[in-house]
């Protein structure tokens, strides 16, 4: 895998008042390959804003070490900067241009041709919007708006801090399909939110982290199954009998009101078994399967570790 983003022990404090301190990114990594979709996941403070923004060299970290297509930045920020789109501080458009006034002036600031500015608006579905003026835009016309600024120069990697901020239902699997298409299209796309159920089903791959530390990293399906405890939610009729029968049999059984939540077994035959010899016939054997968001939640304390990294 070529790496399109790497980061190792990145480290930065922000000074406060009073000689006061406080670590937002403590020892952080991060490790994007070209290609994928990169999800990056965070309670409120842990960092994430703060990651990207150094990585964009808006802020200046205090140690650690960043590579952008294999190159150091800040150091070869203004080489790799033309590769990169990205979106971390909420843009502000003016409400009295249109979008195709908007983008062509970014365009023309940016050095890119203008011929690009109908090719993103089409991209981010608003070619037909594009002489009418931002202030009529939906938050959602306005988010895609702000990914078609950062795709006018045709980039590898795109970044976005928190894309789907905001949306309603429609516009946040607008905001998905957009991603998909980009990623199709092959540019490689990292994005952080805290829309769990969205990232699960956008992203190959995931980086959870907790008071600026990273606690978890990989493909999302190897992420999961790291945390499968390979339970069973099970019903049966004289659910009393059969949790004596499955602990005997040295399974680990929890009984809830209306059924039994079985663990330690990889093999649902092996309770269907177990409890059809006796006579028990299984009406309900349903594996539970750990989300994102019970792996966040585990990872991070119930994602309240907000502002915590150290003071
Ligand atoms: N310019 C700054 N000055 C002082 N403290 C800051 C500054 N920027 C961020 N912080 C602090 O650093 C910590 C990390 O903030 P950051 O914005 O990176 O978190 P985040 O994970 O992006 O949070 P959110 O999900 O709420 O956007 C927070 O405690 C925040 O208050």
Redesign the pocket.
Known sequence: MSAVIEIEGLR?T???PYRSR????DGFDLLVGRGEVHGFL????????????ALLGL?RADSGRMRLFGEDVPRAQARVAARVGAIVETPQFFGNFTGHRTLRLLALAGGVPTRRVDEVLAQVGLLDRGEDDVRGYSLGMRQRLAVASALLKEPELLIL??PANGLDPAGIREMRDLMRSLADAGVTVLL?S?ILGEIQLLCDHVTI?SA?RRVASGPVAEVLAGHDRHEWLVRVPEPERAAELLRAADLMVDERPDHLVVGGVSDAGEVSRLLGEQGLWVRELVPLRPDLESVFLELTDGGTH????GA
Request: glycine share 20%; net charge negative; hydrophobic share 25%.
């Open positions: 930065k922000f000074h406060g406080h670590v937002a990114v965070g309670p409120n403070g842990s960092g994430k804003t703060t990651t990207l923004r802020v801090d928190e952080s805290h982290v600026g907000d502002g915590e990294a």
